[in-house]
């Protein structure tokens, strides 16, 4: 499976962006999938994730209730909306994904960058 993250950029404070996130992969509906982030000198963090066929989401407390994640899975593509962004939310953001059953995640993207200035 590869995924080819996408949407990164420069916005101000208070400002949104969508990532969007694409797929290859005969089962994508299957695909647990998820939005991580990296900022610099800090460690890789969860962010979001969506449980395969159709399943429940959940968000890291920094971001719950600005982001929003979603799939559209004739496209094969994940989606992350983000608003009312902050400047704690600079960081490189990575999509991964992991199949059925599968409590790791597999597969990542090559992650875009997204900057919020103050």
Do not use: H
């Amino acid at each position: 499976v590869q995924l080819q993250a996408s949407g990164g950029g420069l916005v101000q404070a208070g400002g949104s962006l969508r990532l969007a996130c694409a797929a290859s992969g005969r089962t994508f509906g299957s695909y647990t999938l998820g939005w991580f982030r990296q900022a610099p000198g800090k460690a890789r963090e969860f962010v979001a994730q969506l449980i395969g066929y159709g399943g429940s989401e959940s968000y890291a407390d920094s971001v719950k209730g600005r982001f929003t994640i979603s799939r559209d899975n004739a496209k094969k593509t994940v989606y992350l909306q983000m608003n009312n962004l902050k400047p704690e939310d600079t960081a490189v953001y990575l999509c991964a994904a992991r199949g059925l059953g599968v409590n790791e995640y597999e597969w990542w993207g090559q992650g875009t960058l997204v900057t919020v200035s103050s």
